[in-house]
Nanobody, 126 residues
Framework: QVQLVESGGGLVQAGGSLRLSCAAS????????MGWFRQAPGKEREFVAA????????GYADSVKGRFTISIDNAKNTVYLQMNSLNPEDTAVYYC???????????????????WGQGTQVTVSS
């Protein structure tokens, strides 16, 4: 059974930083593209960042480029999202997602992912 468990969310002031973690189990981590999405109140879930299996390629939404960094630790079956220079518009529930693939494509749409975590709340105060 595949499980993705996010952690690291919380309340932070504008300009601050947080690091989200997503621990994966029940899958061969190195065979999956991993992604982060977020959903703000009243809005649709949107792509934030993704990293190809084994970390060869990464992609980011324009709104987070230069501020967020995605990385993986294959030994720990964990994907991270380092978030710097946070602003109130980053407030959302952040979800980890996994997609089985044999390629190193960075997938950016919700429908391309097979497994999802329960989410972790990030709140940025002004």
């Amino acid at each position: 059974q595949v499980q993705l468990v996010e952690s690291g969310g919380g309340l932070v002031q504008a300009g601050g930083s947080l690091r989200l973690s997503c621990a994966a189990s029940g899958l061969t981590f190195s065979s999956y593209t991993m992604g982060w999405f977020r959903q703000a109140p009243g809005k649709e879930r949107e792509f934030v960042a993704a990293i190809s299996r084994s970390g060869g390629n990464a992609g980011y939404a324009d709104s987070v480029k230069g501020r967020f960094t995605i990385s993986i630790d294959n030994a720990k079956n964990t994907v991270y999202l380092q978030m710097n220079s946070l602003n109130p518009e980053d407030t959302a529930v952040y979800y980890c997602a996994a997609r089985f693939t044999s390629s190193r494509v960075v997938f950016t749409t919700l429908s391309e992912y097979h497994f999802w975590g329960q989410g972790t709340q990030v709140t940025v105060s002004s």
